[in-house]
């Protein structure tokens, strides 16, 4: 499988992406890159691993890079975790790869 398509998985409805993410990163930053170690797009937050508050950031980035409403992300799994599963509804796995292709070179 291609590099990001790997990283995507999920239906016509909906998409799920894994992410590899750096939380008191300097700058927030989604999509940062593939990282094909971990099969999974990287994402970077300023905000601390603290108390939700870089989930609460990934889930904000993740929103805007893709268009959608917050309320359409929710995070999977992975929340204690620097990997993490982030579903995104209204959004389909194609349309999910096409938009990141559109930030990613690989």
Known sequence: MPPLED???GSDDHAVITLDVSAGSKKDSFP???NPWRSAVECHVS???VGGKANKAIIGLVAEAFGVQKSAV???SGTTSTVKR???????RLQAITVLKGYISV
């Open 7 to 9: 990283a995507v998985s």
């Open 32 to 34: 940062s890159g593939y």
């Open 47 to 49: 905000a601390p691993a």
């Open 74 to 76: 929710h995070i999977l």
């Open 86 to 92: 982030v579903e995104i509804r209204g959004l389909s």
